[in-house]
T-cell receptor
Framework: NAGVMQNPRHLVRRRGQEARLRCSPM?????VYWYRQLPEEGLKFMVY????????ESGMPKERFSAEFPKEGPSILRIQQVVRGDSAAYFC??????????????FGQGTRLTVV | SQQGEEDPQALSIQEGENATMNCSYK?????LQWYRQNSGRGLVHLIL?????REKHSGRLRVTLDTSKKSSSLLITASRAADTASYFC????????????FGKGTLLTVNP
């Protein structure tokens, strides 16, 4: 049973370009969470999605960032017109249902975005 | 405000010694989890302790939780060089149990 799969592992973009990060949850998991980790910081919650629904996007910047989790295919985190401050590691986690009491979320290996 | 905050920020010990890391948080929680992150890698889940539990063991790991003090500790016994990593605590607040809040982590270095 493969874990949470994120790709690409590393992504380099020039300022102003778009970055698309993909996350395939564990088999049987229908809930996805995106987190961002700035250098030497802890992870910060960005968005929580179920299939075709955004449940909580309170951690997402208001502009340039969007996320989706379509009925078919992986969850996508899109960053438009990237700036240097977007350089970070972006982690995806999944759980079988809404993270219930006493359950863990499984994290992927992350995508490291570098904006040059 | 930071929910989870680890202490110390960095810890350097010799192989075979024990390592203790602490985590403090501010609001009521459902669970507290500890994760490990090797340099430049993903997160590995270590242990979850529920708010009604006081202590939990897993192999060489021992976690305590004191909800009255809003603090937790992670003890790694008989440390190995392979334990070198950053260790994070993560809490989920009672009202938003799907949203984990991480501290900045403790960087543990175990010298051979």
């Amino acid at each position: 049973n493969a874990g949470v799969m994120q790709n690409p592992r590393h992504l380099v973009r020039r300022r102003g370009q778009e970055a698309r990060l993909r996350c395939s949850p564990m088999k049987g998991h229908s809930h996805v969470y995106w987190y961002r980790q700035l250098p030497e910081e802890g992870l910060k919650f960005m968005v929580y999605l179920q299939k075709e629904n955004i449940i909580d996007e309170s951690g997402m910047p208001k502009e340039r960032f969007s996320a989706e989790f379509p009925k078919e295919g992986p969850s996508i985190l899109r960053i438009q017109q990237v700036v240097r401050g977007d350089s970070a590691a972006y982690f995806c986690a999944s759980s079988p249902g809404q993270a219930q009491l006493n359950t863990e979320a499984f994290f992927g290996q992350g995508t490291r975005l570098t904006v040059v | 405000s930071q929910q989870g905050e680890e202490d110390p920020q960095a810890l350097s010990i010799q192989e075979g010694e024990n390592a203790t890391m602490n985590c403090s948080y501010k609001t009521s929680i459902n669970n507290l989890q500890w994760y490990r992150q090797n340099s430049g890698r993903g997160l590995v889940h270590l242990i979850l302790i529920r708010s009604n539990e006081r202590e939990k063991h897993s192999g060489r790991l021992r976690v305590t939780l004191d909800t009255s003090k809003k603090s937790s500790s992670l003890l790694i016994t008989a440390s190995r060089a392979a334990d070198t990593a950053s260790y994070f605590c993560a809490t989920d607040a009672s009202r938003s149990n799907y949203k984990l809040t991480f501290g900045k982590g403790t960087l543990l270095t175990v010298n051979p």
